[in-house]
């Protein structure tokens, strides 16, 4: 959508009071003449786009010279994701025209279009890109990802969850020179996600918050803990389908990732006691003066997803459940997701049991 703000021009005071007269279809507001929609201020025809969708948007970049060149100067998020055909044609005609894009989506929802020329063009244009969303293109190569590096430096968040021809060198290039990275989704990448090319995002992206490795099944230990080393502010890793990671990677984010909100093991079968007992009981200082928090942060755990751990006993579960407050097997916030674990039937949030609780007085009471 089309971003901007207003100049000399009071943009509320134009909405109210610009009018279509009857001379001819000429608009007007007070003492000052519109002949048209060409003479609207750039900061009004701005704030119009921005109630349009982006398909309209499109359509409006070429109907004339001046709002193609109010949008070049003014959009900043856009979205080709509703295209069925040609997207790659329509960002290499369409992008270099939005040289001040900001977040930019290419989602595939319908078939496969989107080539390396189209990533190129991106980079060669959109130096101030910093959300970029490329998920299930499977045609780009690492030539995308090297063009990004050196194009995009100031990407913040990039999903290229899906792209399954990556590689881990070219992810690694890309860690080394995106160095703001604080959102990142590379589920279903497992050529790019080894170890080399998590310890490469370890030791370059330490703002990273948000990393999906989902069904990255060549990621170990070793690419786990190099995480929790170099990325103590990460806030969400889902790990679902990650194989062959054990307890040792569990005990490396309880003690180095103190603002873990959100923890995905569904399917980490290696999992046992000992990793829930490490994240229910570690506790670490941090220098904030003589201030003592826990390893996971004030607040601690939301979500913890450990679905298919079949390894697990209610003991060690009920115990992290206990630790941390705002994790819930009650339906209505249902934060801690056990499903496939029968032998976890027993594990409860305390709002759960407080409910069970209020429902057995009732019930008594109804009795009398």
């Known amino acids: 959508?089309?971003?901007?703000?207003?100049?000399?021009?009071?943009?509320?005071?134009?909405?109210?009071?610009l009018i279509v007269s009857g001379d001819g279809g000429k608009m007007e507001r007070s003492a000052v003449a519109i002949a048209g929609w060409k003479d609207l201020p750039t900061e009004l025809l701005l704030r119009i786009f921005s109630l349009l969708d982006d398909s309209t948007v499109f359509v409006a970049s070429s109907?004339?010279?001046?709002?193609?060149?109010?949008?070049?100067?003014?959009?900043?998020?856009?979205?080709?994701?509703?295209?069925?055909?040609?997207?790659?044609?329509?960002?290499?005609?369409?992008?270099?025209?939005?040289?001040?894009?900001?977040?930019?989506?290419?989602?595939?929802?319908?078939?496969?279009?989107?080539e390396d020329g189209a990533v190129e063009t991106i980079s060669n244009y959109c130096h101030d890109l910093k959300d970029l969303d490329l998920s299930k293109s499977r045609k780009l190569s690492d030539r995308s990802l090297y063009n990004l590096a050196h194009g995009c430096p100031c990407l913040t968040k990039l999903n290229i969850s899906g792209c399954s021809a990556f590689s881990d060198s070219a992810l690694a290039h890309l860690a080394s020179c995106c160095r703001n990275l604080?959102?990142?989704?590379?589920?279903?990448?497992?050529?790019?996600?080894?170890?080399?090319?998590?310890?490469?995002?370890?030791?370059?992206?330490n703002e990273l918050q948000s990393l999906n490795l989902g069904w990255c099944d060549c990621v170990t230990d070793k690419g786990v803990t190099s995480l929790a080393t170099g990325c103590?502010?990460?806030?969400?890793?889902?790990?679902?389908?990650?194989?062959?990671?054990?307890?040792?990677?569990?005990?490396?984010?309880?003690?180095?990732?103190?603002?873990?909100?959100?923890?995905?093991?569904?399917?980490?079968q290696n999992i046992t006691d000992r990793a829930m007992y490490s994240l229910a009981n570690s506790c670490v200082n941090h220098n904030h003066g003589s201030r003592r928090?826990?390893?996971?942060?004030?607040?601690?755990?939301?979500?913890l997803n450990i679905s298919q751990c079949t390894a697990l006993t209610p003991p060690a579960v009920q115990a992290v459940c206990n630790s941390f407050p705002e994790l819930h097997t009650c339906p209505e916030r249902h934060s801690l997701i056990i499903s496939g674990c029968l032998s976890l039937t027993s594990v409860h949030c305390a709002c759960a049991i407080q409910a069970n609780r209020a429902s057995r007085t009732a019930l008594a009471n109804h009795a009398y």
């Not at 000399?8 to 909405?15: A, G, I, K, P």
């Not at 928090?293 to 979500?303: A, E």
Request: overall charge positive; charged content about 15%.
């Open 1 to 17: 959508m089309a971003g901007g703000s207003p100049a000399s021009v009071d943009l509320e005071v134009w909405f109210n009071s």
């Open 63 to 114: 109907v004339c010279k001046g709002w193609r060149i109010a949008l070049c100067l003014g959009l900043t998020s856009f979205s080709l994701s509703w295209c069925k055909n040609n997207m790659n044609n329509l960002v290499q005609s369409v992008i270099p025209k939005f040289v001040k894009l900001q977040v930019l989506s290419l989602r595939q929802n319908y078939r496969l279009q989107l």
């Open 182 to 205: 604080k959102y990142l989704n590379l589920c279903g990448c497992v050529k790019a996600t080894s170890d080399k090319a998590l310890q490469a995002i370890s030791y370059h992206c």
């Open 232 to 268: 103590p502010n990460l806030r969400a890793l889902d790990l679902c389908g990650c194989v062959l990671i054990t307890d040792e990677s569990v005990i490396a984010l309880a003690n180095g990732c103190p603002h873990l909100r959100s923890l995905d093991l569904y399917y980490c």
């Open 293 to 303: 928090i826990s390893s996971i942060d004030k607040g601690g755990l939301m979500n």
